[in-house]
């Protein structure tokens, strides 16, 4: 592949030569051609977090300008903060019913696609299109429309079907049912992307395992537990790696469901540690509070990443 | 299975049925919600349909002073419409350097586009904020726009992409007289034009739909996107329901036509961006 510009095809003159040892044409080309994305994301990548860095060591309230060194103090402030050591226990509990719970629909619907002929595009397209819809205006459809807490609320339209007595759904928190509106929304909007990549690794396995399977004389199930699930391994794991990371990073749902500042609603107050940023960076104007955060974050996300590889890709050497 | 397809089928396709139904439902609600007065959406009854139908409501969306709405539609477009080429073509252009121009330093390169790949998006409002605010970037709509132009996921799905491509027209090219860059503007990129659909259009459907970073950075009404100013509408104090739902269809009906019409392109970068991480 890295042959493939030294053009082998035009006969070599000296020129050629000359300008195989260094090609400043080819380096001139390469310049333009990366230049916007290596200074775009120098600048909003690199010197940002630079930057960010410093100030998480400084006292920062109101001034994005460094030269008040306080060295641990706001991620001393961070970790002894009641709101946001609860931030952290609220995504956990997210993590852990949004990540099973997608996984398991988007491949469940992968398998069912997979296995009808008539209508295919047809089913494909209602549970992707979803995907098209963004958070807020998901948000305002549960928040108004469907756990609403009135009588009319779809949810207890259906609830009321079972004789149940309708339920003001965001604001409970003993039992904590806000949870439904929240794992539901989100499971609405992205089950879709992730049939989508289950589908494409489906359609990758060859027919011709199923074939020697049936001469075998295996059943549906263990064709699915045998055949289909170990091929669809990298896929899992691209999956699962996906659908963690963006629980992680919730913030459009809960900000406009639990509604922020001007809601006059009463919604119980569920702050993942993305609002809780943006609430002391933004709000409090805090941007030291709020760069420590944005690390332990990070730090969080990362270190989650690379232990979800050892325990789901254990092994996976194929 | 040539015998009875259809019976063994069935309840497969009863079950699809009734998902599909479940799938659909929040967006029905949104039109019948859009359609009907404010009485009947307070009402305590549940009903399945608007009667009579309540158009008034999209004027009324555009006729409340306290939310800017057409202005905000207006800064959405704006935002899209130049965040998904601009930040399509910027990606293409790193992404064939990367995978067809042999350099010194190409995998330096390519190294310092990788790693960025590995801060998490959203965690780095606060920083992009510092910067973006430091340069004035506040209550503008190239604040909103400029750090979404550089995507090092692009970069890379462009590079993947490259290194597949047939290299027979860039030789021809280049007998041709063509230097690099007439080559890649000639040639390579006139042809690829799939990979540009599917990414430019998930490109778009991002940037229309993006939340917390226009948040951040457009705090001044002027600079609302559509989002910012359905969200100010749904926590606003005293809320006009039915306008608040003609909102949300005024705001996802480009997306959703776009999806039926480049439903190819954006199936094909769903499985490129998901598959090559």
New interface residues.
């Given amino acids: 592949m890295t042959a493939v510009v030294a053009a082998p095809a035009v006969p070599v003159t000296p020129a050629k030569k000359r300008r195989r040892r260094r090609d400043w044409r080819a380096i001139g080309a390469f310049a333009v051609l990366t230049g916007p994305v290596v200074l775009g994301l120098g600048l909003f990548k690199y010197v940002a977090i630079g930057w960010s860095f410093l100030l998480s060591f400084n006292d920062a309230r109101g001034t994005i300008t460094l030269g008040n060194w306080i060295g641990f103090g706001n991620y001393a402030f961070l970790l002894g903060d009641d709101a946001f050591l609860t931030s952290l226990s609220t995504i956990a509990i997210f993590t852990v019913f949004i990540v099973p719970i997608t996984f398991i629909a988007s491949l469940g619907l992968a398998v069912l696609i997979n296995s009808i002929r008539r209508g295919r595009a047809f089913f494909r397209t209602v549970f992707l299109i979803p995907a098209a819809v963004s958070y807020v205006v998901a948000a305002l459809v549960w928040k108004m429309a469907l756990f609403n807490g009135l009588p009319s609320g779809v949810a207890n339209v259906v609830g009321g079907l079972f004789g149940a007595d309708p339920v003001p759904w965001l604001s409970t928190t003993s039992p904590p049912v806000y949870w439904v509106a929240v794992v539901s929304l989100r499971l609405w909007l992205q089950v879709g992307l992730y049939m989508i990549l289950f589908l494409a690794g489906l359609q990758a396995i060859s027919p011709s395992l199923y074939e020697a399977g049936e001469l075998d004389g295996t059943t549906k199930w263990q064709a699915f537990r045998y055949l289909t699930l170990p091929q669809l391994r990298n896929t899992s794991v691209a999956v699962l790696l996906l659908i963690l990371i963006a629980a992680f990073q919730a913030f459009d749902e809960f900000y406009n469901l639990f509604g922020t500042g001007l809601s006059g609603t009463a919604t119980a107050p569920v702050k993942p540690p993305l609002v809780y940023l943006y609430d002391s960076a933004l709000g409090d104007q805090n941007y030291g509070v709020g760069s420590a955060g944005a690390f332990l974050l990070t730090v969080l996300i990362v270190v989650i990443t690379l232990l979800q590889g050892r325990f789901v890709g254990f092994g996976k050497k194929d | 299975m040539a015998v009875l397809p259809g019976y063994r ?1 069935a309840p ?2 009863v ?2 049925s009734v ?2 139904v479940i ?5 029905y ?2 039109l019948r ?1 859009a359609l009907m007065t404010r009485q009947q959406v307070g ?4 009903s399945w349909l608007p009667d009579p139908l309540s158009w008034v409501n999209f004027g009324d969306l555009f006729a409340d002073t306290s939310v800017p709405m057409a202005h905000s539609l207006g800064n959405s477009f704006l935002v899209a419409i130049v965040t998904a080429p601009v930040g399509t073509l ?2 293409s ?2 992404g ?9 330093g ?1 995998r330096f ?1 390519f190294t ?2 990788l790693v ?1 790949l ?17 340069m004035g970037g506040v209550n503008t709509e190239w604040g909103i726009i ?2 979404n ?2 995507s ?1 996921f692009t ?1 890379i799905l462009f590079r993947n992409f490259y ?1 597949r491509f047939p ?1 027979e027209l ?2 021809a090219g ?2 041709d007289g063509l ?3 007439g080559v ?1 503007r000639r040639l390579v990129l006139p042809n690829s034009g799939s990979m540009i659909a599917s990414l430019g259009a998930l490109m778009f ?1 991002e940037s ?2 993006a ?2 970073w226009p ?2 950075i457009g ?1 001044d009404p002027s600079s609302w996107t559509a ?1 910012i100013a ?3 509408f ?6 006009n ?1 039915p306008a ?2 003609a909102g ?1 269809l005024v ?2 009906a480009p ?2 036509a ?3 019409v480049a ?1 190819r392109f954006i ?1 094909r970068g ?2 490129a961006s ?2 090559k ?1």
């Fill in positions: 089928k497969k396709y079950f699809a998902l599909s799938f659909l439902l929040p967006f609600i949104m919600n009402s305590p009854d549940w910027f990606g252009m790193a064939y350097a990367l995978a067809r121009i042999n350099v010194p190409r390169v310092y586009v960025t590995m801060i998490p998006q959203s965690v780095t409002f606060v920083p992009t904020f510092v910067v973006v605010g430091s400029a750090p132009l550089f090092a970069v290194l290299v860039e030789e280049r007998l230097g690099y860059l890649y459907i229309w739909n939340f917390l948040l951040v705090q989002q359905l969200s100010t749904l926590t606003a104090q005293s809320v329901l608040l739902f949300a705001t996802i997306l959703v776009m999806f039926l439903q199936v769903i499985a998901g598959l991480e």
